[in-house]
């Protein structure tokens, strides 16, 4: 148990809707990254935020965007979603000191599901 | 674009050592090798982590070879809980420190 929690645990959305996975950060933590796990793969990196910016981003296009609070939780957003969008999405938190960060502790994830 | 290679899947036996093999033959002086195990419908769980000195916790142990191109994974007494997908990934310092992960060894602990 991480201490790294989201919600909701399962959805299901059809397709060209919009979707909001919410992820609170392990305590101490400042920095929150965000994963896609499709089916049998394993999981890519989407982006990161520290300090409410985004500091590293994977090769996501524009739809997927995400925020940072004041309290370090995170939310992940994916607009007109695809049935391709279809996939565990991972929130991991970790403690970004001296230019780097320590280990990711990872939620239990959301599954969304794309109709 | 992931930077290690491993075995697709591995048994076994519960009570003996499980040894997982690891390839990362391009890594960059500055980039350490970290394993992570899934279990199924789970996040990822942290293991151990190590730049090139051989590392050691609760949970297992890490031999990195002194050209640093290949690592193994030992879980000394492996239990039918240890039954997981196992991740060796080189942790890219750009882009804040992501995980690269690549498809994992599926390692099953049978009685």
């Known amino acids: 148990e991480t201490g790294v929690t989201q919600s909701p645990t399962h959805l299901i959305k059809t397709r060209g809707q919009q979707v909001t996975l919410r992820c609170s950060s392990q305590s101490g933590h400042n920095t929150v990254s965000w994963y896609q796990q499709a089916l049998g793969q394993g999981p890519q990196f989407i982006f990161q935020y520290y300090r409410e910016e985004e500091n590293g981003r994977g090769n996501f296009p524009p739809r997927f965007s995400g925020l940072q609070f004041p309290n370090y939780s995170s939310e992940l957003n994916v607009n007109a979603l695809e049935l391709d969008d279809s996939a565990l999405y991972l929130c991991?938190?970790?403690?970004?000191?001296?230019?780097?960060?320590?280990?990711?502790?990872f939620g239990e994830g959301s599954r969304l599901t794309v109709l | 674009d992931a930077k290690t290679t491993q075995p697709t899947s591995m048994d076994c036996a519960e009570g003996r050592a499980a040894n997982l093999p690891c390839n990362h033959s391009?890594?960059?002086?500055?980039?350490?090798v970290y394993w992570y195990r899934q279990i199924h419908s789970q996040g990822p769980q942290y293991i151990i982590h190590g730049l090139k000195n051989n590392e050691t916790n609760e949970m297992a142990s890490l031999i990195i070879t002194e050209d640093r191109k290949s690592s193994t994974l030992i879980l000394p007494h492996a239990t039918l809980r240890d039954t997981a997908v196992y991740y060796c990934i080189v942790r890219v310092w750009n882009q804040g420190g992501k995980l690269i992960f690549g498809q994992g060894t599926e390692l099953s602990v049978k009685p």
């Open positions: 991991a938190s970790s403690l970004w000191r001296g230019g780097v960060t320590g280990e990711l502790f």
């Open positions: 391009t890594i960059s002086g500055n980039e350490y």
